[in-house]
């Protein structure tokens, strides 16, 4: 049977009629239909109209990168002296896993209550030239107060590293709807991490304050997305992550809050993950055709990504990224949705 022919998808729908739509494919959330102000019920997540296009896209659209989410330099790292190289997917760099990670892969699908869905996924030793066979799975819960929830855990047999988080693209307006640049965003995060022209980051953990990555009184997206700033220069608009502030192992911060003024809508992320990676779909140009029939553009959406720190792995000033047979992994991401 091939991949497409496995492609499944399921509904949960909570007791407000507000539901969401996932997908076996990279653990990956399809849809999130959600009220607006006057009670209008929009989907406010990017998707493909064809399941298939979920396979091997570049916008990694909705999904669960891995076995390490965004960028290792060089693709290189060392476990106990022991060195690894992993794929050269981006530039010079490792990107999600590799051309073939967690994303791009089909895991078994469990509904474990009428709110609850589990994926699984068993990554083998070697598998993109990670090391140890590692178990990951991603438990998604719809609450009747439009929350969704999503643990993240990863077990292994052997030591190595992991980074998942979610790759979805929120649009407050509706995914058919154009640009989000107008919506603003508040982030929980004083400091930032400067990154190379290949964004990776240079290890220094710099203060937002006096730059346009200063998002710590709310914004629009696109109030500075053209400044002539080095970050943004690099990523043709924000493609960078952010230490969220009070980080704590095992604690849930608040991390960010996305709103519309046009709907009303309101996207509180909660997170116990040390760092929120913000891309502003710079790329989504020439993007497959949307669960709605038409094209995606530029900055159609927002990802709002928690996880650990890009190339953490070789920079040990970063939280550690590591798991083991004596060191599960875990994380939670809320996905809170309101109005005002």
């Not at 649009?171 to 991490?193: P, Q, Y």
């Amino acid at each position: 049977m091939s991949r497409i022919d496995k492609i499944k998808y399921i509904t949960l729908k909570n007791a407000v009629g507000a539901y969401v739509v996932l997908s076996n494919v990279g653990a990956g959330i399809v849809s999130i239909n959600v009220p607006d102000r006057d009670g209008n019920l929009a989907d406010v997540t990017l998707g493909y109209k064809d399941p298939a296009d979920y396979l091997d896209d570049g916008p990694c659209m909705g999904k669960i990168p891995g076995r390490y989410a965004n960028r290792i330099a060089r693709g290189c790292f060392s476990i106990d002296g022991i060195e690894y190289q992993l794929a050269l997917n981006n530039g010079p760099n490792a990107l999600h896993g590799g051309p073939t990670g967690f994303a791009n892969r089909i895991w078994d699908m469990e509904q474990i209550s009428d709110d609850t869905v589990r994926f699984t996924y068993t990554s083998a030793d070697g598998e993109e030239g990670y090391p140890a066979r590692l178990v990951a799975t991603a438990t998604y819960r719809w609450t009747d107060n439009n929350s969704l929830e999503l643990t993240l855990e990863a077990s292994a047999d052997a030591p190595s590293i992991v980074n998942l988080t979610n790759h979805a693209y929120f649009n407050l307006n509706g995914e058919d709807s154009g640009s989000a640049l107008a919506h603003t965003l508040w982030l929980n995060a004083s400091r930032w991490l400067p990154t190379d022209n290949t964004l990776v980051p240079t290890g220094e953990m710099a203060p937002v304050e006096g730059t346009p990555m200063d998002f710590t009184v709310a914004k629009e997206l696109g109030a500075d997305i053209h400044a002539d700033f080095p970050a943004l220069r690099y990523g043709k608009g924000y493609d960078n992550c952010w230490i969220i502030d009070g980080y704590e192992p095992g604690v849930v911060n608040e991390a960010a809050v996305l709103a519309s003024d046009k709907s009303g809508r309101v996207l509180r992320v909660y997170t116990t993950q040390p760092a929120v990676q913000v891309y502003t779909g710079n790329w989504l140009e020439g993007s497959r055709e949307s669960i709605s029939g038409h094209r995606y553009h530029d900055y159609d959406g927002v990802a709002i990504e928690c996880q650990g720190c890009p190339d953490a792995p070789n920079r040990p000033e970063f939280p550690p990224q590591t798991v083991a047979p004596d060191k599960p992994y875990r994380q939670l991401i809320i996905f809170e949705f309101s109005t005002i």
